[in-house]
């Protein structure tokens, strides 16, 4: 039988990567004679990867942005991320607790995100995580990539993982999309990355710290998703 699997998203939910993304953001948007995005104004752009965070600035401020010209500053922006990881950035509180008790339980744990797969898999390594993960699966480690469901569904099977008893965790309304549209039951973070709260996507529970996350309520979740199907 397929282990239960808990899938997560990487920027905003278990790791907090804002001051590192907000810096490589700030060097690319000087090489394109834009002001600095202070960390207030950033929530407005962050949640689809660095070329739409450049596309949102630049729009904030009504200034045109050339393909050429976005594709250099979203260059610069990938190199800058790239070489200094992990930077700043490091887990949530309480995401270390999350993952021993999830493990303890016989839980799968996977990371399903619209980071590239090369600098997930680095910052997670720098991190000492990696051992905790049977699957990090990036943007463009598949030909899709969340809302798409597949990316979600993919993850899962990578990771040897059952999709009936299966839980996403993430920040934000492409991620509670995603896997509604998988028909998996999803736990949003309210700390996350997104301009609005996410109660307003509708997931299936909403948490506060990772304190709240533990295996008796994805296994509810799961339940009530899949009544057919029992925990063990």
């Known amino acids: 039988m397929q282990r239960p699997i808990i899938v997560f998203d990487l ?10 993304l907000l810096e490589s953001l700030n060097h690319s948007l000087a090489a394109g004679d834009l002001p600095a995005v202070d960390e207030i104004g950033f929530k407005g752009f962050v949640g689809h990867g660095g070329r739409v965070m450049i596309e949102r600035a630049f729009a904030a401020r009504q200034k045109a942005l050339a393909a050429a010209e976005h594709d250099r500053l979203h260059s610069l922006f990938v190199d800058h991320y790239t070489i200094n990881i992990p930077g700043k950035s490091r887990p949530y509180p309480g995401v270390l607790p999350a993952i021993a008790r999830f493990e303890e339980a ?19 390594e720098a991190l000492g995580m990696t051992k905790h993960f049977a699957a990090i699966a990036g943007q463009d480690t598949f030909a899709f ?16 993982g059952d999709p009936d008893r299966a839980v996403m965790v993430g920040d934000s309304q ?20 997104t301009d609005r709260h996410v109660s307003e996507f509708e997931p299936s529970r909403v948490i506060s710290h990772f304190d709240e996350l533990t295996p008796d309520l994805a296994a509810r ?3 009530a998703a899949h009544p057919a199907r029992q925990m063990p």
Do not use: M, Q
């Open 11 to 20: 920027d905003g939910t278990l790791i907090d990567t804002a001051p590192d």
């Open 106 to 124: 016989g839980y799968l744990l996977a990371i399903c995100t619209n980071k590239y797969e090369a600098n997930s898999l680095a910052l997670i």
């Open 145 to 160: 990539r969340k809302p798409d469901p597949r990316h979600l569904l993919e993850t899962i099977r990578r990771a040897g």
């Open 174 to 193: 492409t991620d509670i999309d995603t896997a509604k549209a998988a028909g998996i039951p999803v736990v949003a973070v309210d700390f996350g990355y």
């Open 221 to 223: 979740l799961i339940a």
